[in-house]
């Protein structure tokens, strides 16, 4: 199975910071990363997928990059409503696999 | 709009059964693979199981293999999991989700929960 490592695992940043959110896949997968949001109590909402493409209606101030085993989440100039759980994962064989997550705190 | 209804959960004793359902509904959804993730209480996504648009490919990760099985209805636009040998390490929200475009799940149910408790 493929491992997926995020960090940090928390974070404290505040509104108008850059923050950059890692992820490390055990083995190449290629461009197949996608990264989810979440906040308490709801379901996961999708951000960027195949590592670097923009989900219809995500703000553009989120990004990703990376490629191989090497993964980035960048949010440009956090907004409130931007303090969640994010998390990689990959799609490039089964079983899917998750980081473990990173809370992004105030 | 597009949805995914889960339902089923419940409490349940160690050892037990139950069979969760996820209707959907605003998608052609036999044209879709559709999975099963979980999160316990406090804890990260785990990818759970998923199957083919047709039901001739099912995949499981190790924790449920022998004791989940994924299994749907394409006239009834209806997703299963049926959870037999429930233990308390499956208490969890389950979230049933697909792809509807290249990659990536973009649309989720609202999840059902299960607790495994004596």
């Known amino acids: 199975d493929i491992q997926m490592a995020q960090s940090p695992s928390s974070l404290s940043a505040s509104v108008g910071d850059r923050v950059t959110i890692t992820c490390r896949a055990s083995?190449?997968?290629?461009?197949?990363l996608n990264w989810y949001q979440q906040k308490p109590g709801k379901a996961p909402n999708l951000l960027i997928f195949?590592?670097?493409s923009l989900q219809s209606g995500v703000p553009s101030r989120f990004s990703g990059s990376g490629s191989g085993t090497d993964f980035t989440l960048t949010i440009s100039s956090l907004q409130p409503e931007d303090f969640a759980t994010y998390y990689c994962?990959?799609?490039?064989?089964?079983?899917?696999?998750f980081g473990q997550g990173t809370k992004l705190e105030i | 709009e597009m949805e995914l209804v889960e339902s089923g959960g419940g409490l349940v004793q160690p050892g037990g059964s139950l069979r969760l359902s996820c209707a959907a509904s605003?998608?052609?959804?036999?044209?879709?693979?559709m999975n099963w993730v979980r999160q316990a209480p406090g804890k990260g996504l785990e990818w759970v199981a998923n199957?083919?648009?047709?039901?001739?490919?099912?995949y499981y990760v190790d924790s449920v293999k022998g004791r989940f099985t994924i299994s749907r209805d394409n006239a009834k636009n209806s997703l299963y999991l049926q959870l037999i040998s429930l233990r308390a390490d499956d208490t969890a929200m389950y979230y049933c989700?697909?792809?509807?475009?290249?990659?990536?799940?973009?649309?989720w149910g609202q999840g059902t929960m299960v607790t495994v408790s004596s």
């Open positions: 989700a697909t792809t509807v475009g290249p990659d990536g799940f973009n649309i």
């Open positions: 605003g998608l052609t959804f036999d044209l879709y693979w």
């Open positions: 199957i083919k648009h047709d039901g001739s490919e099912k």
């Open positions: 083995q190449s997968i290629i461009t197949y």
């Open positions: 195949a590592a670097s």
């Open positions: 994962q990959q799609s490039y064989s089964f079983p899917y696999t």
